[in-house]
């Protein structure tokens, strides 16, 4: 953790707890599609202009990407859930992302996720 820490500080964002910490990873997660990270073929999302034709059985798709992701790289989570949720644009795909922080004592930690045209995913936690 004194890495990620020494990182931010010199990024000019200070500090980040575990919670911060666990959601910029699921960012750069959701942001990576699948095949892009070569020492991590699993690492990433399906690709989601290759899902939006497949609407509205292409969101329970990416949905499942996302959480599949997230189990199998974020170890600090566990108990992932990935719901849409109904949103007012009808261009842009709304998820709600929960989990349970690994560590003993941990607060569940709820981000919520917004995937624009372009597949560029928004998170905030």
């Known amino acids: ?16 707890d575990e919670a911060q910490s666990i959601v910029a990873h ?19 999302v399906a690709d989601f202009s290759d899902l939006v034709h497949a609407f509205p059985a292409g969101a329970q798709q ?15 989570l566990r108990a992932v859930t990935v719901r849409q949720v109904p949103g007012e644009d009808p261009l842009v795909l709304r998820f709600e992302i929960n989990g349970q922080p690994a560590a003993a004592g941990g607060r569940p930690i709820r981000m919520s996720t ?8 928004d998170v905030a936690g």
């Not at 010199?10 to 980040?16: D, E």
């Not at 942001?31 to 690492?43: D, H, I, K, Q, V």
Request: net charge positive.
């Open 26 to 44: 699921v960012r750069a997660m959701l942001n990576t599609r699948l095949g892009e990270a070569p020492c991590a073929p699993s690492l990433g």
């Open 62 to 76: 990416l949905a499942a990407s996302m959480r599949a992701t997230i189990l199998q790289h974020e170890p600090r």
């Open 1 to 16: 953790m004194g890495g990620r820490a020494l990182l931010s500080r010199l990024a000019g964002g200070g500090p980040m």
């Open 114 to 121: 917004t995937v624009r045209a372009g597949g560029r995913v």
